[in-house]
């Protein structure tokens, strides 16, 4: 059974960086269309990146240009590099599988003005 874990949240300042991890168990990354999404309180969950094989990367049109997602097949995980953070961007951070149900547990990013 695949199951994810993100890391790498936490409070930064505007302008600031993050780099966030989703490490994949039990499967192998490669295989796998993935997407990060975030949602901030009161707000339905959005799509932030897709990445797949296929299709290779897409980007909500509030992230283009600032943040990344990438995939490091020898570490087995997906990555997601946030940089010029704005407040806006304060939210739970959670990666899937594209099309299914397996989400990982979120980890929290807070962009302080």
């Known amino acids: 059974q695949v199951q994810l874990a993100e890391s790498g949240g936490g409070l930064v300042q505007a302008g600031g960086s993050l780099r966030l991890s989703c490490t994949v168990s039990?499967?192998?990354?490669?295989?796998?269309?993935m997407a990060w999404y975030r949602q901030a309180p009161g707000r339905q969950r959005e799509v932030v990146a897709t990445?797949?094989?296929?299709?290779?990367?897409t980007y909500a049109e509030s992230v283009k240009g600032r943040f990344t997602v990438a995939r490091d097949n020898a570490k087995n995980m997906v990555t997601l590099q946030m940089n010029n953070l704005k407040p806006e961007d304060t939210a739970v951070y959670y990666c899937?599988?594209?099309?299914?149900?397996?989400w990982g547990p979120g980890t929290q990013v807070t962009v302080s003005s």
């Open positions: 899937t599988l594209r099309g299914s149900n397996v």
């Open positions: 039990g499967g192998i990354v490669s295989r796998y269309a």
């Open positions: 990445l797949s094989t296929a299709t290779g990367t």
